[in-house]
């Protein structure tokens, strides 16, 4: 069992940047695939980044290649996201989620979900 606590969102101006935290409780983080995803008003939930248990290896959404990062700190049982350049589009709720398996592009893969944390970027 893995419970998640999102924190870090707010007002931003475009062009700004944020850092989301994602602080898991429970033994399964270090074992845990772990992602970043993202829902606007009327939009489905949408992968934004994943990592992988060791932190080796990183996957993005194309809108945010270049601009978001993704890292984890297992010693700390925390998920980061920091996102630079920051643009109206980016507005939404940030979920972390994380999966028994592998890295995932589909939110009905991962098994643990966070309650989200507000991000809003102002024009």
């Known amino acids: 069992q893995v419970q998640l606590v999102e924190s870090g969102g707010g007002l931003v101006q475009a062009g700004g940047s944020l850092r989301l935290s994602c602080a898991a409780s429970?033994?399964?983080?270090?074992?845990?695939?772990m992602g970043w995803f993202r829902q606007a008003p009327g939009k489905e939930r949408a992968f934004v980044a994943g990592i992988t248990r060791s932190g080796s290896n990183t996957y993005y959404a194309d809108s945010v290649k270049g601009r978001f990062t993704i890292s984890r700190d297992n010693a700390k049982n925390t998920l980061y996201l920091q996102m630079n350049s920051l643009k109206p589009e980016d507005t939404a709720v940030y979920y972390c989620?994380?999966?028994?398996?592998?890295?995932?592009?589909?939110?009905?893969?991962?098994?643990?979900w966070g309650q989200g944390t507000q991000v809003t970027v102002s024009s």
């Open positions: 429970g033994r399964t983080f270090s074992s845990s695939a």
């Open positions: 989620a994380a999966s028994r398996g592998s890295v995932y592009y589909t939110s009905w893969n991962y098994d643990y």
